[in-house]
């Protein structure tokens, strides 16, 4: 069983920064594929970024945050990151960390966070 604790999240004002972090523990935090899930209210749940497993992981955007995010992971802390930068009104979302795997190029959470609340005022 894998446990995530996420942190980082909290009120921005538009064209700021913030950075999430997950802190994992149980498992192997290197052999698994890591991810980043949002949702904001009356909205589905969507995959924000991913990154492959191992010490050269391979990120992975979608395209509402390419060139704004960067998925990272640090394999000694057992910790994954999301920088978020040019933070606009609409990436306001509880943000969720996640642990799964790769099945070709689709990412597929197995376990998750309780998220962290994001606000990006404008």
């Known amino acids: 069983q894998v446990q995530l604790v996420e942190s980082g999240g909290g009120l921005v004002q538009a064209g700021g920064s913030l950075r999430l972090s997950c802190a994992a523990s149980?498992?192997?935090?290197?052999?698994?594929?890591m991810g980043w899930y949002r949702q904001a209210p009356e909205k589905q749940r969507e995959l924000v970024a991913s990154?492959?497993?191992?010490?050269?992981?391979?990120?992975n955007y979608a395209g509402s945050v390419k060139g704004r995010f960067t998925i990272s992971r640090d394999n000694a802390k057992n910790t994954v990151y999301l920088q978020m930068n040019s933070l606009k009104p609409e990436d306001t979302a509880v943000y969720y960390c996640?642990?799964?795997?790769?099945?070709?190029?689709?990412?597929?959470?197995?376990?998750w966070g309780q998220g962290t609340q994001v606000t990006v005022s404008s």
């Open positions: 996640n642990s799964g795997y790769y099945s070709g190029t689709t990412y597929s959470p197995r376990y």
């Open positions: 149980g498992g192997f935090f290197s052999l698994n594929a």
């Open positions: 990154i492959s497993r191992g010490s050269g992981g391979i990120a």
